[in-house]
């Protein structure tokens, strides 16, 4: 079974400066510890949060401040603008009716921006013996 992708789950956006953290909700049920996340959890300010100053030329802010830099670019605040789902997920394995999140799914910011996960959210642990 391909490894669910988990509440804090390490996301790094192509266009920005820094990670940031998947938030899954409890609505979705629990496969671990962690509250797993399916292919749905991709809304902006709920699951996806910004990724620090944001350096694509399509996003609004970075235009403006760019343009008023004489064509320097300026990175403005993220503010991720995520519509569709994550792709692919795993459809042979379901989680609150919809395919999970896996290590390998994308999500599509408007602004250009893909996003991919960097670290799932949760580790196998095995004892040494």
């Known amino acids: 079974m391909p490894k ?3 509440a804090g789950a390490t996301m790094k956006c192509s266009f920005g400066a820094a990670p940031s953290a998947l938030m899954v909700t409890p609505e979705n049920r629990v496969l671990e510890v962690m509250p797993g996340a399916n292919i749905m959890d ?3 300010l709920k699951n996806i949060m910004p990724f620090g ?3 694509s030329l399509a996003y609004p802010p970075t235009a403006a401040a760019t343009a008023a830099a ?3 670019l300026t990175p403005m605040p993220c503010m991720p ?3 569709a789902p ?3 997920g795993d459809p042979t394995v379901l989680l609150a009716n919809m395919p999970i999140l896996t290590k390998d799914s994308m999500l599509m910011c408007i602004w250009g921006g893909v996003i991919t996960i960097q670290q799932p959210g949760q580790v196998k ?3 040494m013996l």
């Open 125 to 127: 642990v095995e004892a």
């Open 70 to 72: 004489f064509g320097a």
């Open 4 to 6: 669910c992708v988990c």
């Open 53 to 55: 100053p944001c350096s």
């Open 81 to 83: 603008s995520t519509i």
């Open 86 to 88: 994550w792709v692919p």
């Open 42 to 44: 991709n809304k902006p």
